[in-house]
């Protein structure tokens, strides 16, 4: 009877753990993904983690002793307008061929996380720094003259990218201004710079985002990591 219950126990881990590893393993993406301008749709938090109930601080501690404590990462925001057409923007920074563009937004990723030396035409409205764990929704927004600027932000971690899901929205004197949605596999050491190609000629208050995730350790600092792993 006992040699009969250790086998079940032992399925029964291995069929967890199965289960784990076919749960945990994401699908092929693209590079990008521009969705619909809607709210985020995400399964927060990592298995097993999301299926424990808050209340129950002793399996959480369980979990974490077994599989170590969730990696934080820490996301950084740039909200900026430009007065110029799409193709100056371009033509100015270099940018190429987007790697994605669709519902009125363009999408590149930034080798070097940066665009070209300041111009007069750009101005930055506001910048954030948000830490949160993997796989939670993290939220800021910048308030500048009446107007909002804010960001829904998801990521997951991967071997060679960040699997990040975002949203975008500008509002003022209580209007949508903005509203982007999308998913991208943003290699390590690289940012993603969103612009408003709504009406790519006219040349006035054009929105430009810059997004760049790190993961960091406990104290802070962030984790070096290279395309291949660590």
């Known amino acids: 009877m006992k040699r009969k219950r250790l086998v079940l126990l032992a399925l029964a881990v291995s069929g967890g753990l199965f289960l784990f590893f076919i749960l945990e393993t994401p699908p092929v993406l693209p590079a990008v993904m521009i969705l619909p301008p809607g709210p ?3 399964k927060c938090g990592r298995v097993p983690d999301r299926w424990i109930p808050a209340r129950w601080g002793w399996l959480h501690r369980a979990c974490w002793f077994v599989l170590g404590y969730p990696s934080q990462v820490t996301c950084k925001l740039q909200f900026v307008e430009s007065s110029g057409n799409v193709a100056s923007i371009v033509a100015r920074n270099s940018l190429g061929q987007p790697q994605a563009e669709s519902n009125g937004v363009a999408i590149w990723f930034l080798p070097d996380g940066k665009l070209g030396p300041p111009q007069d035409a750009r101005q930055i409205l506001g910048a ?3 830490n949160s764990e993997v796989q939670q929704m993290a939220r800021g927004a910048v308030v500048k003259r009446a107007a909002r600027y804010s960001a829904e932000l998801f990521s997951r971690l991967e071997k060679e990218t960040v699997d990040l899901s975002t ?7 209580g209007q949508t201004n903005f509203v982007a949605s999308l ?6 050491g690289q940012a993603l710079f969103v612009l408003d190609v709504r009406q790519p000629d006219l040349a006035t208050n054009r929105m430009e985002f810059m997004i760049t995730v790190d993961e960091i350790d406990p104290a802070g600092n962030i984790v070096q990591r290279k395309p291949g792993g660590k």
């Open 40 to 42: 985020l749709v995400v």
């Open 183 to 188: 998913r991208g596999q943003l290699p390590y």
């Open 128 to 130: 954030a720094r948000i």
């Open 167 to 173: 949203r975008l929205v500008v509002t003022a004197n």
